[in-house]
């Protein structure tokens, strides 16, 4: 068995690589390493892997806002033209595609948790639009590939997920905690930190993915951890593990920035027998030895 990996070289791509290699599958990586980093995939080494260097805007999406909000259009190119690429070489090849989605296709939202029957609020002109449409121009396209050519597709909505392999800085809320914390700077939080979001461990999304990829179901399947939590809360909880001298302190909070992010993953434990075992403290832990280790902490 064969799988193409795109986005290879990233979090949670090389993550996906190892998995499906341990799974026995063989494994093309493909990454132009915009975003991602050889270091996260030199262990695969020796083992049935290999590492296509390609560009990343017409097939894998950057992921974390300090990202696409740095290259918007080429976000935009790749939920588009980037889909519809990987679509035609399915179809040509007659595989199976899995098109990693995203929460954020429920914008800021009304409905809370979030069900995949929740079709979002969603700014279309603000700056976050860029992933957020593109993303759900993404799932409308798969799903058109799959009606009117047979393609065989899975949507897999991503909840917020960590781990090691994130990137020092990645922008988003656990690597910049971490990294703040370990350098005893503030620690900062956008608006009064009352936002909440839930947090998934890698190798449980991971899991999950997988799980989806060998389902027969075609319909969004949401893939993340339903503990909510605030972000003041998550900050004060990664001060303490860290044993940080770091305060918390306020910045403006994002245009269209999410008050509430929570998944409804009763479709993935019924479709799937998934639900997230590893613990926040123990993923928090792991995820603290890497960014000792690459911080030099």
């Known amino acids: 068995m064969r799988a193409l990996v795109t986005g290879a070289a990233g979090f949670i791509g090389s993550h996906l690589s190892e998995y499906l290699l341990d799974q026995g599958y063989s494994v093309v990586g493909m990454d132009n390493l915009l975003t991602g980093d050889v270091a996260n995939i030199q262990h695969l080494t020796g083992r049935d892997f290999v590492l296509v260097k390609h560009d990343v805007t017409n097939f894998a999406s950057p992921a974390s806002p300090i990202d696409y909000l740095r290259v918007p259009i ?48 969603v700014n279309p002109v603000g700056p976050r639009g860029v992933y957020d449409e593109a993303k759900r121009f993404s799932e409308a396209m798969v799903m058109a590939y799959h009606r009117v050519h047979g393609v065989e597709t899975r949507i897999v909505r991503i909840f917020n997920t960590y781990g090691p392999r994130m990137r020092v800085e990645d922008g988003r809320a656990i690597p910049a905690f971490l990294s703040q914390a370990l ?9 009064n930190g009352s936002q909440t979001r839930s947090l998934c461990y ?48 306020e ?47």
């Open 74 to 121: 080429q976000t935009l190119k790749v939920g588009s033209l980037g889909t519809h690429n990987a679509l035609g070489l399915a179809k040509a090849k007659k595989a199976r595609l899995l098109l990693a989605s995203t929460s954020e296709v429920y914008g800021d939202p009304l409905v809370h948790p979030q069900r995949e029957d929740y079709w979002g609020n």
């Open 183 to 191: 350098r005893n700077e503030d620690v900062t939080v956008f608006g």
């Open 202 to 249: 890698v190798s449980d999304l991971v899991e999950g993915i997988f799980r989806l990829m060998r389902s027969n179901e075609v319909n969004p399947v949401n893939i993340g951890n339903p503990h909510e939590m605030t972000i003041r809360q998550l900050a004060e909880r990664i001060i303490a593990l860290t044993g940080s001298k770091s305060r918390i302190v």
């Open 251 to 297: 910045r403006p909070l994002p245009v269209d920035d999410p008050r509430v992010r929570q998944p409804d993953i009763t479709r993935a434990r019924t479709i799937l027998g998934w639900e997230p075992k590893v613990a926040l403290d123990d993923g928090l832990a792991k995820t603290l030895a890497y960014f000792r280790f690459k911080l030099g902490i």
